[in-house]
């Protein structure tokens, strides 16, 4: 069974540019979930989808970071326009969401994408 | 809301060596409680999770855990650690009766010489 794909692996780009991440996770994962990871840090939950509906983007900035996941299955995140700071990791982890205990799932997370912003 | 401390940020032991990682919540609710690990190069995976019922936690490679609630703790023990235990260790924690967000401690880094 494939894991969670996420591209691309590590980008470059230069401050204001715009930068976009994809993210498929496990085939039949209902819920999927956007974390950004600082040096030196755990995951930090951005946004969090139950199929296609975000139930919870409250830690998502929303002045430059947004994020859609269309047909309930992979999910694209987007910086417009990208700072020093957004320089992290960001990884994307889903989970079945059909357990009706979801609380007590495992997430399964990609291995991310490395962003460095010059 | 809830935040969740690791105090030992890298942690140097030989093989053969018994391990504990600290892992200390704040959230005076009842708690779901997970350990994952992120070998070199590989991604985060589950090492082991607790909800209830028995508090000692038994999860893959031979490691446990122990949720004290009247410490707010889940240590993360091994009695004898391998080369192949390098890794980084991130506690998370939920609210058993809230979403599904996690919340990550910033992690310990485990280097075993071999």
């Known amino acids: 069974e494939a894991g969670v794909v996420q591209s691309p692996r590590y980008k470059i780009i230069e401050k204001k540019q715009p930068v976009a991440f994809w993210c498929n996770p496990i085939?039949?994962?209902?819920?999927l979930y956007w974390y950004r990871q600082n040096l030196g840090q755990g995951p930090e939950l951005l946004i969090r989808?139950?199929?296609?509906?975000?139930?919870?983007d409250s830690q998502l900035p929303k002045d430059r970071f947004s994020a859609e996941r269309l047909k309930g299955v992979d999910s694209t995140l987007k910086i417009q326009p990208a700072e020093l700071g957004d320089s992290a990791v960001y990884l994307c982890?889903?989970?079945?969401?059909?357990?009706?205990?979801?609380?007590?799932?495992?997430?399964?997370f990609g291995p991310g994408t490395r962003l460095l912003v010059l | 809301a809830q935040s969740v401390s690791q105090h030992n940020h890298h942690v140097i032991l030989s093989e053969a060596a018994s391990l504990e990682l600290g892992c200390n919540y704040s959230y005076g609710g009842t708690v779901n409680l997970f350990w994952y690990v992120q070998y070199p190069g590989q991604h985060l995976q589950l090492l082991l999770k607790y909800f209830s019922g028995d508090p000692l936690v038994k999860g893959i490679k031979g490691f446990e855990a122990e949720f004290i609630k009247s410490k707010f703790s889940f240590n993360l023990r091994k009695p004898s650690v391998q080369w192949s235990d390098t890794a980084e260790y991130f506690c998370a924690v939920n609210e058993a009766f809230g979403n599904e967000k996690l919340t990550f401690g910033t992690g310990t880094r485990l280097t075993i010489i071999p």
């Open positions: 982890a889903s989970s079945p969401g059909t357990s009706g205990r979801a609380v007590q799932e495992t997430q399964y």
């Open positions: 989808y139950e199929n296609e509906e975000a139930v919870d």
């Open positions: 085939s039949g994962h209902n819920t």
